[in-house]
């Protein structure tokens, strides 16, 4: 069984950055994938950006349109985390985070929930104007 933690969600002005953190336990196959999401009130949960975490992969990453060029995805495989470097936030950016880890599936649905098999409790992202 494999359970995700996110952590470093916090309140921030528009322009400001934060670094969102997950932590993976549990066996991870190696052609797992995670990915981040976000839902704001009243909308649907969104891929903001996946990586590729098998050891054997490259780090390959992907991004949503609306967050390339401010968000960064990384990953370190020892320590089973996944990161979310954010700058240049919007307040249209606000809302929960959550990270997700799926095991195998296709590479181009990386932004459908219904790809993922985990799912983290989330960490709340305020920005204000």
């Known amino acids: 069984q494999v359970q995700l933690v996110e952590s470093g969600g916090d309140s921030v002005q528009a322009e400001g950055s934060l670094r969102l953190s997950c932590t993976a336990s549990?066996?991870?196959?190696?052609?797992?994938?995670m990915a981040w999401f976000r839902q704001a009130s009243g909308k649907e949960r969104e891929g903001i950006a996946a990586?590729?975490?098998?050891?054997?992969?490259?780090?390959?990453?992907e991004y949503a349109d609306f967050v390339k060029g401010r968000f960064t995805i990384s990953r370190d495989n020892d320590k089973k985390m996944i990161f979310l470097q954010m700058s240049n936030l919007k307040p249209e950016d606000a809302g929960m985070y959550f990270c997700?880890?799926?095991?195998?599936?296709?590479?181009?649905?990386?932004?459908?929930?219904?790809?993922?098999?985990?799912w983290g409790q989330g960490t709340q992202v305020t920005v204000s104007s």
């Open positions: 990586i590729a975490i098998g050891e054997l992969v490259d780090h390959t990453t």
């Open positions: 549990g066996y991870i196959y190696s052609s797992t994938s």
């Open positions: 997700a880890l799926r095991i195998g599936g296709m590479w181009d649905r990386w932004d459908q929930p219904s790809e993922y098999n985990y």
